[in-house]
């Protein structure tokens, strides 16, 4: 601890008699930090002049000023030597190595004991304009199917501090999760139809608010090419002179960029291929009627990816079997028939070709009181009721390829107050109804009164049977537990009526024992 004192003092005192030394010698004086003037922003290859001054300086001293890059005491970028108070002035060739901050040194020429000082930091952003724009297509080609990234750089000629706007078609390139911008460079992960179109970059800078440089480069037209989707199997069948039959098979894609290659198949047996510039492709393959030819597929490809329809069975039968026509009615505000619903379907038909006609004349599309309308399995013939729709109708089958078999239905009359007449039968039918109903009430009501009337004797019965009773139950028990008649009559008597079978027994049994009752009280009134 001592030594670490004695040795502090040391210094203490060496220090003291330095800046004693120092004041002792003449001229000696402290030299001011020096003030570095200049503009913040140059172009480059343009000449700026940079300023350094010091405030505070020995008198009659000449001053030595140097502009150093900071960092770099290697190489000075100016001197100049001046008088007290005289400012330094230093023209420069602006070029890109001048990027950065610069520093002023200002020093005492021929004097070391007056230290040199250094000025703040000065930056300098050389600005060349920018030129010379260019899109370059990274990922390869501008042609490709959709589902592939795209990778965009802008390439300048020159240019320093430069910025960079995207455009598509003229204009900015609208904010998508899958597109990534960072500065010249553009990355669309999975590229998509509605990317497609002229691809343009526009390089910018600026040498202060009001001058400002820009350079655009030509479009780049990038095209995306939409993959072919699942195709749909067609096939029309068709006659042809000699009688023979064949079928027109399509292939059809709903989207997909052309050229398509389509080929078709039955099961795995190759049929034929065609590379068309549409969307479809049409094969021709013989045909026999009512006969199971297999199934067909369809493919599509373009690009790199290749698609499936559903497996279709060639197997074509011609109209045949019976054909019948019904109808449906539609009721008006009154009750009465406005509408009619033809129906007319054949029992057996791929192709089945349905005609309609009224007293002979063929009703086609729409007309003033009917309407066709042509469904796969059966055709249907809506008709409004009234004078100009009454007549004859009966409708017509054949195959839509081959009008040979042509199959009729039975025809049927259509007239307004035909149809609202109420048939015989339907008359029959009501009335007899209503009569069974007016015979059954009238019975069910005969049946009551008789049941009633019934039901009054058994009670009246019942009623005459306990005062019997009450009024024997006063003779001499000995004498009537006795009598064999009157026991049978106490038990029945004590017994659930319910055990009785029916009505006639209750007054048969009542009988016996109001002649039993007479035999034994003769005497009494009963």
Not at 187 to 194: A, S
Not at 280 to 303: E, R
Not at 340 to 351: I, P
Request: charged content about 20%; proline content about 4%.
């Amino acid at each position: 601890m001592t030594t670490l004192r004695t040795t502090v003092v040391v210094l203490l005192g060496f220090y003291t008699f330095c800046q004693e030394t120092r004041a002792s010698v003449p001229g000696a004086s402290v030299l001011g930090r020096p003030l570095l003037y200049g503009p913040s922003t140059a172009l480059e290859k343009t000449v700026e002049e940079f300023q350094c001054e010091v405030l505070h300086y020995p008198k009659e001293e000449s001053l030595l000023y140097q502009l150093f890059r900071e960092g770099d005491r290697s190489k000075a970028l100016g001197f100049y030597s001046a008088l007290s108070g005289e400012k330094a002035n230093f023209p420069l060739f602006i070029t890109a190595s001048y990027e950065g901050y610069m520093v002023c040194v200002a020093s005492v020429q021929n004097n070391t004991v007056i230290h040199p000082t250094v000025s703040q930091r000065h930056h300098l952003r050389v600005v060349d304009p920018v030129n010379g724009a260019e899109v370059v297509v990274q990922s390869g080609s501008v042609e490709f199917y959709e589902g592939k990234p795209l990778s965009l750089r802008c390439n300048i000629a020159k240019g320093t501090h430069v910025s960079y706007q995207w455009l598509v078609d003229g204009k900015p390139l609208p904010l998508s999760p899958l597109h990534n911008q960072t500065q010249e460079q553009l990355f669309i992960y999975r590229m998509v139809p509605q990317d497609s179109g002229e691809y343009t970059c526009v390089a910018t800078n600026q040498l202060n608010i009001t001058k400002v440089y820009s350079s655009r480069s030509t479009a780049k037209v990038i095209k995306v090419k939409e993959l072919v989707s699942e195709p749909d199997l067609l096939f029309l069948v068709l006659k042809e002179r000699g009688g023979t039959y064949f079928a027109l098979v399509t292939c059809q894609s709903l989207n997909g960029t052309p050229p398509i290659t389509f080929s078709l198949y039955n099961r795995s047996e190759f049929i034929s291929t065609e590379t068309v510039d549409e969307r479809f492709a049409t094969f021709s393959i013989p045909m026999v009627l009512d006969l199971h030819m297999g199934f067909l597929q369809c493919q599509a490809q373009n690009g790199d990816r290749v698609v499936y329809s559903q497996w279709t069975a060639m197997h074509v039968v011609p109209v045949g079997g019976a054909l019948t026509m019904h109808y449906d009615t539609d009721v008006g505000e009154n009750f009465s028939i406005v509408g009619l619903r033809f129906y007319c379907s054949v029992e057996r038909g791929t192709y089945p070709q349905y005609r309609w006609f009224l007293n002979g004349t063929v009703l086609e599309g729409r007309g003033e009181f009917y309407w066709v309308e042509n469904q796969p399995k059966q055709s249907i013939l809506l008709l409004s009721v009234g004078r100009s729709s009454a007549g004859t109708y009966h409708c017509e089958v054949s195959d839509s390829f081959d009008d040979t078999t042509v199959i009729s239905s039975e025809a049927r009359y259509i007239d307004k107050k035909v149809l609202n007449h109420l048939p015989t039968t339907v008359v029959a039918v009501v009335f007899g109804c209503f009569l069974f109903l007016v015979t059954l009430v009238t019975t069910c009501c005969f049946i009551g009164l008789l049941y009633q009337k019934r039901q009054y004797l058994v009670e009246k019965s019942t009623l005459d049977l306990k005062l019997g009773l009450e009024m024997h139950n006063i003779m001499d028990e000995e004498e009537y537990m006795e009598d064999d008649g009157v026991v049978r009559a106490a038990r029945i008597l004590d017994s659930d009526q319910e055990e009785v079978e029916s009505t006639d027994e209750w007054l048969q049994l009542h009988q016996e024992l109001k002649n039993t009752l007479e035999d034994e009280i003769p005497q009494n009134n009963f």
